[in-house]
């Protein structure tokens, strides 16, 4: 009965490649979001999308790209992996602009060698 | 979104009350004060929220001063799996506003 699951927990890659990290979330939310945890644990918003929108999209680079294909789902899609982008990738979800709180999954562990 | 200043780590005994202080000195009228808590290896886990007034739930309670620029998130009897991370947000709820989680109180709960 998870709430928020991603896949995969662990991923070990070589620089250049292209991955995705998969997000679902079973509690009928309607926004979804990806957090990116540096090594220095701050938590930094990527993408959120609403009702199949992107509402916003802070200032990361265009080789991640979110995709949702309904309101349950919102993948993340990294193209061209550098080193730099190794860290702890979250999912999370709210109703609406998430007054009530987000609920997060357990986080996805990119490493880029 | 104002800035929020915790204290980097604090110990509390098992079965003690944990007051973790939280300072939000720039917040403004319509931005909610937030806690979220987050134990290694898993993600952030929502606790509780509260614009002016003192909030309780099942899990902590969260006590805002009357001029809204510092607030205390209270675990009434702390146990051993409420060591974690815990994180203070100030936000606004509304279309576009997100939020970030800074560094947070490391709070270690000690048998």
């Known amino acids: 009965d998870t709430a928020v699951s991603q896949t995969p927990k662990y991923l070990v890659t070589q620089m250049g490649n292209d991955k995705s990290i998969k997000c679902e979330q079973n509690l009928g939310h309607d926004t979804m979001y990806w957090y990116k945890q540096d090594s220095k644990k701050f938590l930094k918003i990527m993408f959120s999308?609403?009702?199949?929108?992107?509402?916003i999209n802070e200032t990361v680079p265009n080789r991640f790209s979110p995709k949702s294909p309904d309101k349950a789902h919102l993948n993340l899609h990294i193209n061209s992996l550098e080193l730099g982008d190794s860290a702890v990738y979250f999912c999370?979800?709210?109703?609406?602009?998430?007054?009530?709180?987000?609920?997060f999954g357990s986080g996805t562990r990119l490493t880029v060698v | 979104d104002a800035k929020t200043t915790q204290p980097p780590s604090m110990d509390c005994a098992e079965g003690r009350a944990a007051n973790l202080p939280c300072n939000h000195s720039?917040?403004?009228?319509?931005?909610?004060v937030y806690w979220y808590r987050q134990i290694h290896s898993q993600g952030p886990q929502y606790i509780i929220h509260?614009?002016?007034n003192n909030e309780t739930n099942e899990m902590a309670s969260l006590i805002i001063t009357e001029d809204r620029k510092s607030s205390t998130l209270i675990l009434p009897h702390a146990t051993l799996r409420d060591t974690a991370v815990y994180y203070c947000?100030?936000?606004?709820?509304?279309?576009?506003?997100?939020?970030?989680f800074g560094t947070g109180t490391s709070l270690t709960v000690i048998p």
């Open positions: 720039t917040i403004s009228g319509n931005e909610y």
């Open positions: 947000i100030v936000r606004v709820v509304n279309t576009g506003n997100q939020f970030y």
């Open positions: 509260g614009l002016k």
């Open positions: 999308y609403n009702n199949k929108e992107l509402i």
């Open positions: 999370a979800s709210s109703h609406g602009q998430g007054r009530y709180g987000y609920t």
